[in-house]
């Protein structure tokens, strides 16, 4: 695979070789000049998946899809100037939701900075300290001492991309003339047989990590702490593992040896392997709106599953309650906005349950387990009344449906503002195991398409539940309905602007509220399907959704569209959610 036809060429093919050893599978290319001998070989490697894409911002967040899907690093390569710049975005959100990037920004050479040449911006650091490691590469040369610098220096990035925490590593790699595989002048005949003679590439393989394991004699002593408590809580926050079944098993056991109730995030796996854990309490957003129940329930002690749910709700009656917590995470980050009495166990939740030994239940726990059961039960029996007899089409019952109908063993990526809000609300315990995404590090809407499209890439089904201000802001991603080998269905909510700020206080202040703040955009996104030749269908009542979920198409994208009206359900939840969780005091 190593490719003499000039210096270049040369450096750029080890530099492929050796990712397709380390286990590189996909590489995204931007169009661009300056990153022509890259583009060349990462289009010519057998192993590795080269997928060009027109926009650099929508690349990289197609990228980053790929990459939360399989948690293996995806290069993103583009040309010199703003062309990085536009990675940007998608950086910063792989780097808050540690997801394994390697980027990948051609440059000039050294001598032609500074000067006017064109299409030259300063690319070191371009990223500030968003990245896991960041490096400008050698120019280009054939000297074996400088190829054995790129090959271990490639080795290392790909490490820092993954360990201790997966997120983004940037090289720079300036190249000189000429682009093109075209002579150099060059004669590369003795380093070419150097690298045969020296078998250049072996011992490359996949690194193994192993995560940190706590010691077995501290786990024990901490559980026999935990077990004293008579009112203890887990929260399954936010988590995307790459084995969910594990991961629900692992709070399972944990739960049961504890005898604590289980509070799940609406985007964790937990409420879609509901028979794994009889604990888990899926209403808790709306039963600590009742701020009688709210104060029974107060926790004594907190063990926190990776980063806190959405709910400010829950938040809010965290952070009163001022109750001892525990974070169990494997990363280095800071998983506590709240700044209360914390400690950190920086080690994944499995290896801390499989240092647990035959510990039993304490049945002084089950009243307070109970009690949650309780609340949980009656809440969710009055949403599904509720929802029930709600023919008027609104966004809530969305997720509410989606919760029950959807095909098991589907991905489904839940898109950020109101559609994170709806799930927590509304989504129902079930055991069809889909696994759900989401891009919660910086919580923006921007790549939601181009995000959900990675997820979907060379997957059966895929679902994305968005509103139509996500969907607009990234809709350079429809380009790439060409190249998508899978299928994704798009669930659009389109209530005409930002349903999220309709229920925030500036919605009473008009003007500016209107224009500046919910930005209605008034866009037929029938036309705008037809445009890139994109199934659409509108949906007008339930049963026609409900169709729809088991009738996606094996290979493309569709767009259902459901409108409803932002003022309509904003009052609806301002209304309703104070009510679910009334009156259930015994």
């Given amino acids: 695979m190593t490719d003499f036809r000039n210096?270049?060429?040369?450096?750029?093919s080890i530099l492929v070789e050796t990712l397709s050893k380390l286990g590189l599978k996909t590489a995204i290319i931007c169009p661009g000049s300056r990153s022509t001998p890259l583009a060349v070989a990462f289009a010519q490697h057998e192993s590795i998946e080269a997928i060009p894409v027109l926009d650099?911002?929508?690349?990289?967040?197609?990228?980053?899809?790929?990459?939360?899907?399989?948690?293996?690093?995806?290069?993103?390569?583009?040309?010199?100037?703003?062309a990085g710049a536009n990675f940007y975005p998608a950086?910063?959100?792989?780097?808050?939701?540690?997801?394994?990037?390697?980027?990948?920004?051609a440059d000039r050479p050294p001598q032609l900075r500074e000067c006017h040449s064109g299409q030259?911006?300063?690319?070191i650091r371009l990223y500030s300290n968003y990245p896991n490691w960041q490096t400008e590469l050698a120019v280009p040369s054939a000297e074996i001492s400088q190829l054995r610098y790129l090959r271990q220096t490639i080795i290392y990035a790909w490490e820092r991309s993954l360990f201790p925490v997966p997120g983004v590593v940037h090289l720079n790699i300036p190249f000189d003339d000429p682009l093109a595989p075209l002579p150099d002048g060059k004669d590369l005949s003795s380093i070419e047989s150097q690298l045969e003679s020296q078998d250049f590439f072996i011992g490359i393989s996949p690194p193994e990590f192993s995560p940190t394991s706590p010691h077995r004699v501290s786990i024990d002593n901490l559980v026999e702490e935990w077990k004293k408590s008579h009112q203890g809580i887990i929260i399954g926050g936010l988590a995307q593992p790459q084995d969910p079944q594990e991961y629900c098993l692992a709070i399972a056991r944990l739960s049961q040896i504890l005898g604590f109730p289980v509070l799940a995030e609406g985007l964790s796996p937990l409420r879609n392997y509901a028979d794994l854990n009889p604990n888990l309490i899926c209403t808790y957003d709306l039963i600590l709106r009742n701020s009688e129940l709210a104060e029974k329930l107060t926790p004594e002690i907190i063990i926190q599953i990776g980063e806190l749910p959405t709910s400010k709700e829950l938040r809010g009656w965290l952070d009163k309650s001022q109750s001892r917590r525990w974070i169990v995470d494997p990363s280095s980050h800071n998983f506590d906005p709240l700044h209360g009495n914390t400690t950190h166990i920086r080690s994944s939740l499995e290896n801390v349950v499989n240092l647990i030994g035959d510990n039993s239940l304490h049945p002084h726990n089950?009243?307070?387990?109970?009690?949650?059961?309780?609340?949980d039960t009656k809440v969710r029996d009055a949403i599904s009344k509720k929802m029930e007899t709600t023919e008027q089409l609104i966004e809530g019952k969305v997720a509410w449906l989606?919760?029950?109908?959807?095909?098991?063993?589907?991905q489904v990526f839940i898109a950020n503002s109101m559609a994170v809000r709806d799930v927590e609300f509304f989504w129902m315990p079930n055991n069809l195991q889909n696994k759900t995404f989401f891009s919660r590090g910086a919580n923006g809407i921007d790549g939601t398409l181009s995000t959900a499209l990675g997820f979907a890439y060379q997957q059966k089904s895929t679902f994305l539940l968005t509103g139509d201000l996500a969907l607009l802001h990234d809709t350079n991603g429809f380009l790439l309905s060409r190249k998508l080998v899978g299928s994704l269905t798009i669930i659009l909510i389109n209530n005409n602007g930002g349903g999220i700020f309709q229920t925030l206080p500036i919605a009473k202040f008009e003007p500016p509220f209107e224009e500046f703040f919910a930005t209605p955009q008034n866009i037929d996104?029938?036309?705008?399907?037809?445009?890139?030749?994109?199934?659409?269908?509108?949906?007008?009542?339930?049963?026609?959704?409900?169709?729809?979920?088991?009738?996606?198409?094996?290979?493309?994208?569709?767009?259902?569209?459901?409108?409803?009206?932002?003022?309509?359900?904003?009052?609806?939840?301002?209304?309703?959610?104070?009510?679910f969780a009334t009156n259930i005091l015994v």
């Fill in 525 to 579: 996104f029938q036309k705008l399907s037809s445009t890139y030749e994109v199934e659409y269908q509108l949906i007008t009542n339930w049963q026609q959704l409900k169709k729809n979920l088991n009738l996606f198409p094996a290979q493309g994208i569709r767009v259902l569209e459901i409108k409803t009206n932002r003022q309509s359900d904003a009052h609806w939840l301002a209304e309703n959610l104070p009510k």
């Fill in 402 to 410: 989606l919760s029950q109908f959807l095909p098991s063993l589907t």
């Fill in 120 to 123: 030259t911006i300063e690319q």
């Fill in 7 to 12: 210096t270049n060429t040369l450096w750029a």
């Fill in 56 to 82: 650099e911002r929508s690349a990289a967040f197609f990228g980053l899809g790929i990459a939360k899907r399989t948690g293996l690093p995806t290069v993103l390569v583009c040309t010199s100037g703003t």
């Fill in 366 to 375: 089950l009243d307070y387990l109970n009690q949650w059961h309780q609340f």
């Fill in 91 to 105: 950086i910063i959100e792989a780097r808050e939701s540690r997801v394994p990037l390697l980027v990948l920004t």
